[in-house]
C-alpha cells in the first residue's frame, strides 16, 4: 500500500464525461445521465484498499441519507483487476451489496476516466455543482485506518450541504489520502 495524497484537481474545473457498466445492473451510465441535479458527487474508491475499506459502511449510509436529495452520487474503481483481483466487477459488486450502496458503482476498465479526473487514490472525492463545475476535491473526514478518530464524512457532507443550500462549499478542502489507484504498467 502506497500512501497518496489527491492531487487537488482545480475548483471549477469541468466533470469529464463518462460511460461506465454499473458492476451491480449492467447499465451503462454516462455522467450525463445526472443533469437536472443540484450536485453529483464521484467517488474513486475499490474493494481491496484499506483506507476504502475504514469507511464503506459510512459511504453505504452517505447514499442512503441523500438518496431523496437532489445529489446524484456514484462511484468509480479504476484499480489494475488483473493484479488486484478483489477489485474485478465481481469483487465491487459484493462490495456494493454487503455496504448498502444506493448508488451505481462502474468499472472503469480501460482507466481512462480516472485519467481524466485525476484521480490519485481510493478514496478520492469530487463534488460538483448542477453545472458540472468542481465545488470540493478532499477528504471524506479526518478518520484514518488506525486514528481513532470516528468515521462521520463530515468534510465531504458540510460540502454537499452547502452545494445543496446554494452557498459555496467550504474554502478549506484538506486532500483525500489513501491507496495509490493501481494503474496499469
Request: hydrophobic share 40%.
Amino acid at each position: 500500500m502506497a500512501l497518496t495524497e489527491s492531487t487537488m484537481l482545480e475548483l471549477g474545473t469541468t466533470a469529464p464525461d463518462f460511460v461506465l457498466a454499473d458492476v451491480v445492473s449492467g447499465k451503462s451510465i454516462r455522467r450525463d445521465d445526472f443533469r437536472g441535479k443540484d450536485a453529483l458527487l464521484v467517488m474513486f474508491i475499490c474493494a481491496h484498499c484499506p483506507f476504502v475499506k475504514h469507511v464503506e459502511k459510512s459511504l453505504g449510509a452517505l447514499g442512503a441519507d441523500y438518496a431523496r436529495k437532489p445529489v446524484a452520487i456514484v462511484a468509480i474503481s479504476a484499480n489494475d483487476a488483473e493484479n488486484y483481483p478483489a477489485d474485478k466487477p465481481e469483487g465491487l459488486k459484493a462490495q456494493a451489496k454487503a455496504n448498502g450502496f444506493a448508488f451505481p458503482y462502474l468499472y472503469d476498465e480501460s482507466q481512462s476516466v480516472a485519467h481524466a479526473y485525476t484521480a490519485a487514490c481510493t478514496p478520492d472525492f469530487f463534488l460538483f455543482d448542477k453545472g458540472f463545475k468542481l465545488v470540493y476535491r478532499g477528504q471524506y473526514d479526518l478518520s484514518r485506518p488506525g486514528n481513532g478518530v470516528e468515521v462521520t464524512g463530515k468534510d465531504l457532507r458540510a460540502a454537499i450541504d452547502a452545494v445543496l443550500a446554494g452557498k459555496p462549499a467550504p474554502k478549506e478542502q484538506k486532500p483525500s489520502i489513501g491507496c495509490n489507484i493501481k494503474w496499469k504498467a
